[in-house]
C-alpha cells in the first residue's frame, strides 16, 4: 500500500478522466468545462466558492466524479423496474443501485406491490394530493430536503410545506453544520461564517480544524496552497494526518502535475477524537501566559469594546488544569505553546472546520471554544480572520436562507405571510432525528424528500429502516434509485427530476436557477447538457405540481406562474428574504455577496456583543476495552453514493468495511493487520443506569494505522448501524457520528 502519493497532481486527473470515460466522454466532457464557469452550472460537488476569476476551467477530480456520476447515460427505466422485483432489488448493493443510472419516469409502487410501476406525472400529483389531503392534520407529514436543492425550488418547497400547515423541514444541515449554526448564533449573532476568498490572501494563520479538504473540498486546497506560497502559516488539526494537507500538486498547473508538490500544512496537530475543547484551551491558557510575558496575543481593545462574558470565560479557564487538558486531547503542553506562539504573533487568523467538530455529543461547544479563540485574538471583521465552517452540500447554506428549517425565526414567517397573504404555522417543526422518532411512534404518515438518502444518512440504520417502513406513502424528488427508495413506505412514489447539469426548458424559455456558496455568495447555475429522459422535470415545476395538488388555488400562489419562469420566484425571494433585493438583477451581474454583519463587528446578539462562552471539558472517560469511533468519508464516494472501494490518500485499497486503529490497540487484542473482527457499540443514555445499548456490525477488517490511542476510524455509511440515534450534540440535534464508543472483538466464528 503506498501512502506517500501527494494529493493532487497528475493521478487525480487520470482517475477523474477514468471516472468520466465510463459515463460516457461524449456526455461529460462538455460538462466539465462548465462547471464553474460564469454562465455554467455550479458544481454539485461541495459548497467551496469559485471566486471572481473563472476564466480558466475550475477542476477537481471529485467534482468531476460527481459531475460524470449524474451526466450517465445509463438508464432506469420501465423496462430496468419489470426486470427487477423490490425482492431482488433489496439484494443489490447500494452501489449497484446507483450504477443502474438515472431514473427515466415517474413510478410507482401499490401498497403490498412487488414492483415499481410507471405512472404518469398527472396521476402522481393526483396521488399525493389526495394522501396529504386527507391526512388527519398537517403535522403528520415531513418534508425531507437535501443540499443540492437550488434557491428556487427550496423557497417554493417550503412555502409550499407552509401554506399546508407543517413547519416539519428537516434537512442534510441538522446532520451536518447544525451545531455550527446553533453555536454561531449564540456567539455572535448568525448562523454563518465571515470570511471570503479574499481573506485567505492576507490571514497569517489558517486553522484547518476536522475537515479532510484534499477530498471533500478539493478546491480549498489551491486557495490553501497560495496561501502557503506566500508564507502563511496553515494549522491542521486532525487525528489523522491528512494527505491533501501535507503535500498537494495542483492538477492544473504543470508544476503541479509533475512537481513534488507544495507542503499545505506547516503544523500538524495529533488530537484525539473529541479531544478539540481540551487542546484549544491549553492553547488559550498558553496565550494569556504569552500576554503576562511580551503583552501580545489579546487583543484587549477589542474585548472591551465588542465582546461580553470575558471575566466569566477567562475565570473558568483558569481553573483547567493542563495535565486534564493534555490527557483529554491527546496533545501536550509543548505543542499548545508553539501553536500559541504562531496565533500571538499573527495579525489575521482565520478557523476553518468542518464534520470533525460539529458531530460531536459536544459539537455546538466545540464551535463555541474555537469562536472563543477568534474573539481573544479580535480576529473577526478584520482583513485576513474570522471563522470559516466549511458547508458540505453544494446548495445547504442557501436552503437554510431560503427558509428550510423546522423552527424558523418568527421574522421568517412574518414576511411569508405579508407576501402571500397566509398564516404559516408558528409551532416548531421536526428536525431529523425527531421525524425518525416520529416515523417509528406512527406519526409521520408521509414522508416527502426532496433529494438525499434518508435511510443511509442518518444514523442507526437498522431502526431507521424499520420506521421507515411505516408511513403510508413516501414521496422521493431523486435523480437516482437509492436505498431510501425501496424500504421507505407502504406505498411509495418516484418523482424523477433533472440535474444540475440539464437544460431547464419551461415555457417561458430556458431557465437558471441559483445557489449560495459557503461564503454567503449567491450566484446562478445553468445546465447545459440534455436532459437524460424526455420524461425529467425539475425540482421547481415538481414543488409546483404538488403544490397545486395539494393546494389548488387556495391563497391564489401561481405555482404555475412560477414553474414557468424562475424570475417569478426571484422576484418574491427577494421580497421575503432580507439580502436579496434586486435579486433578478444581481444574479445575472455576476452574483452578490449577503450581508454578515460580525464581517463588520456589528453582533446581533442578545446583548448586541459577542459573546465569550465557558464551556467545561468534555468528560470521554472510556471503559476498558473501550474506544471512541469516528466514522468519515473516504476518498471514493459522496456521502452515500460510493464510487468505488479504494481510499488513495489514506493507502487503502479494495475495502471499505475496514477499522483503522492504533498498533497497540491490536496488539493489545491479540488482533493482527487484516484480521476479521465484529464492531459493537456501545451507548446509556446520560443520568439512565443499567445495561448500555449495544449495536454491533460484522465482518469489518482490522487495519494498524497512524491514530491516536484510544481512537478508531471506520467509513460512513457502512458504520451507521452503530450510531445510536438517541446520541446527539445538545441544543443542535446533531448526530454524533463522530464519537460512537465501541469495542472489537475477533469475529464471531460462522457469523
Ligand atoms: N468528494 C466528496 N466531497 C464532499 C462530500 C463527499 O462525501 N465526497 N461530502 C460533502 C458534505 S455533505 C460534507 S458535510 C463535507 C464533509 O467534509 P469533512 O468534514 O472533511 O468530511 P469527513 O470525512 O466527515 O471528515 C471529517 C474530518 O474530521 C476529522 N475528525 C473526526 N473527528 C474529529 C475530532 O474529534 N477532532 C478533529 N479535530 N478532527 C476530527 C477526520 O479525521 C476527517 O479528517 O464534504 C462535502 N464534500
Ligand atoms: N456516519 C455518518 N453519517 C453521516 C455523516 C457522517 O459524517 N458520518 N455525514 C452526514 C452529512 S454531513 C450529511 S450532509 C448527510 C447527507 O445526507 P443526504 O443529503 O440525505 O445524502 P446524499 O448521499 O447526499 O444523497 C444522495 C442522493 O441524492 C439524490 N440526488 C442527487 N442529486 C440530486 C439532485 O440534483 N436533485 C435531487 N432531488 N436528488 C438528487 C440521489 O438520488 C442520491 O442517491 O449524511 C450524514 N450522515
Ligand atoms: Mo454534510
Redesign the pocket.
Known amino acids: 500500500m503506498s501512502n506517500d502519493e501527494a494529493a493532487g497532481g497528475l493521478p487525480s486527473v487520470w482517475h477523474a478522466a477514468r471516472y468520466a470515460a465510463r459515463a460516457g466522454l461524449s456526455r461529460v466532457v462538455p460538462a466539465l468545462r462548465r462547471v464553474n464557469q460564469a454562465k455554467g452550472f455550479d458544481c454539485?460537488g461541495c459548497a467551496w466558492p469559485e471566486g471572481e476569476r473563472r476564466a480558466h476551467v475550475e477542476f477537481c477530480e471529485n467534482g468531476a466524479k460527481a459531475v460524470a456520476h449524474?451526466a450517465t447515460r445509463a438508464l432506469a427505466d420501465r423496462s430496468f423496474f419489470t426486470r427487477w422485483p423490490l425482492a431482488k432489488l433489496l439484494q443489490q448493493s447500494d452501489r449497484w443501485l446507483?450504477a443502474q443510472g438515472r431514473?427515466a419516469e415517474p413510478m410507482r409502487r401499490p401498497r403490498g406491490a412487488s414492483r415499481y410501476e410507471p405512472i404518469t406525472w398527472d396521476e402522481a400529483f393526483l396521488r399525493i394530493g389526495g394522501a396529504l389531503r386527507s391526512l388527519p392534520s398537517p403535522s403528520h407529514a415531513a418534508f425531507?430536503t437535501?443540499?443540492?436543492?437550488s434557491n428556487e425550488a427550496a423557497f417554493l418547497y417550503q412555502l409550499f410545506a407552509r401554506c399546508f400547515g407543517t413547519n416539519n423541514l428537516p434537512d442534510?444541515?441538522n446532520?451536518?453544520?447544525e451545531s455550527s449554526g446553533t453555536g454561531l448564533g449564540e456567539s455572535i449573532g448568525i448562523g454563518k461564517g465571515t470570511v471570503s476568498l479574499e481573506d485567505f490572501e492576507v490571514a497569517d494563520v489558517i486553522l484547518v480544524i476536522g475537515q479532510n479538504p484534499g477530498s471533500n473540498h478539493p478546491r480549498m486546497l489551491s486557495t490553501l496552497e497560495a496561501a502557503a506560497r506566500r508564507g502563511c502559516r496553515i494549522v491542521s488539526i486532525n487525528p489523522l494526518r491528512e494527505r491533501g494537507l501535507i503535500r498537494f500538486k495542483h492538477p492544473q498547473t504543470v508544476r503541479g502535475t509533475l512537481g513534488k508538490g507544495t507542503e499545505i500544512a506547516s503544523d500538524f496537530v495529533q488530537v484525539r477524537v473529541g479531544g478539540d475543547i481540551a487542546f484549544l484551551k491549553g492553547v488559550m491558557k498558553e496565550l494569556f501566559a504569552i500576554e503576562r510575558e511580551r503583552g501580545i496575543g489579546i487583543d484587549r481593545e477589542f474585548i472591551e469594546r465588542h465582546t461580553q462574558g470575558f471575566e466569566a470565560f477567562h475565570r473558568d479557564l483558569g481553573t483547567a488544569q493542563f495535565e486534564t487538558l493534555e490527557r483529554a486531547s491527546g496533545v501536550d503542553r509543548a505543542t499548545m505553546r508553539q501553536i500559541a506562539e504562531l496565533l500571538a504573533e499573527a495579525g489575521a487568523v482565520i478557523a476553518c472546520w468542518a464534520?470533525g467538530l460539529t458531530?460531536h455529543r459536544f459539537g455546538v461547544e466545540n464551535v463555541q471554544e474555537v469562536m472563543n479563540l477568534l474573539l481573544l485574538g479580535g480576529h473577526i471583521g478584520r482583513p485576513g480572520a474570522g471563522p470559516c465552517p466549511v458547508r458540505?452540500?453544494s446548495n445547504?447554506q442557501g436552503d437554510r436562507t431560503m427558509g428550510i428549517w423546522e423552527h424558523p425565526k418568527p421574522a421568517f414567517l412574518d414576511a411569508l405571510d405579508e407576501e402571500f397573504g397566509i398564516e404559516s404555522p408558528r409551532r416548531p417543526g421536526w428536525n431529523t432525528l425527531q421525524t425518525i422518532s416520529a416515523l417509528a411512534a406512527g406519526e409521520a404518515r408521509i414522508f416527502v424528500?426532496?433529494?438525499?438518502?434518508?435511510a443511509?444518512?442518518?444514523?442507526d440504520t437498522d431502526h431507521v429502516e424499520a420506521a421507515l417502513a411505516k408511513p403510508e406513502l413516501a414521496v422521493?424528488?431523486?435523480?437516482?434509485?437509492?436505498r431510501?427508495?425501496l424500504v421507505a413506505g407502504q406505498e411509495s412514489i418516484l418523482l424523477p427530476?433533472?440535474?444540475?447539469t440539464e437544460r431547464d426548458e419551461q415555457t417561458s424559455g430556458a431557465q437558471f436557477v441559483t445557489v449560495e456558496d459557503s461564503m454567503a455568495c449567491v450566484h446562478r447555475s445553468e445546465g447545459r447538457l440534455r436532459p437524460a429522459s424526455p420524461h425529467l422535470r425539475s425540482?421547481v415545476s415538481i414543488v409546483a405540481g404538488l403544490a397545486k395538488a395539494v393546494l389548488g388555488g387556495e391563497a391564489g400562489i401561481p405555482w404555475d406562474d412560477f414553474a414557468a419562469d424562475y424570475d417569478a420566484i426571484r422576484e418574491r425571494i427577494a421580497r421575503v428574504v432580507p439580502g436579496f433585493e434586486n435579486m433578478n438583477e444581481r444574479v445575472r451581474e455576476g452574483g452578490f455577496t449577503l450581508p454578515r454583519p460580525p464581517a463588520e463587528r456589528r453582533f446581533e446578539t442578545s446583548t448586541g456583543r459577542a459573546h465569550f462562552i465557558a464551556i467545561p471539558t468534555p468528560r470521554l472517560e472510556l471503559g476498558r476495552g473501550e474506544l471512541l469511533m469516528m466514522?468519515?468519508?473516504s476518498h471514493d464516494q459522496?456521502?452515500?453514493?460510493v464510487y468505488g472501494d479504494d481510499d488513495r490518500y489514506r493507502g487503502i485499497q479494495g475495502n471499505r468495511r475496514v477499522v483503522f486503529v492504533h498498533p497497540d490497540e491490536l496488539r493489545e487484542r491479540g488482533l493482527g493487520a487484516d484480521d476479521l473482527v465484529d464492531l459493537t457499540s456501545h451507548f446509556r443514555a446520560e443520568g439512565r443506569s443499567g445495561p448500555a445499548e449495544t449495536r454491533t456490525v460484522r465482518g469489518f477488517r482490522a487495519l494498524p494505522y497512524d491514530v491516536p490511542r484510544g481512537c478508531a476510524v471506520t467509513y460512513?455509511?457502512e458504520?451507521?448501524p452503530l450510531?445510536p440515534a438517541s446520541q446527539y450534540a445538545d441544543r443542535s440535534f446533531t448526530?454524533a457520528?463522530?464519537s460512537v464508543v465501541i469495542t472489537i472483538d475477533r469475529a464471531a466464528p460462522g457469523a
Do not use: D
Open positions: 454539485p449524474e446507483e431514473i425531507y437535501s443540499g443540492r436543492t442534510c444541515s446532520m451536518c453544520h464534520m458531530q458540505g452540500h445547504v424528500s426532496m433529494g438525499g438518502n434518508f443511509r444518512a442518518t444514523p422521493h424528488v431523486a435523480t437516482k434509485l437509492n431510501t427508495h427530476c433533472l440535474g444540475r425540482e466514522t468519515v468519508r459522496y456521502n452515500t453514493t460512513f455509511p458504520a451507521n450510531v448526530p457520528y463522530k
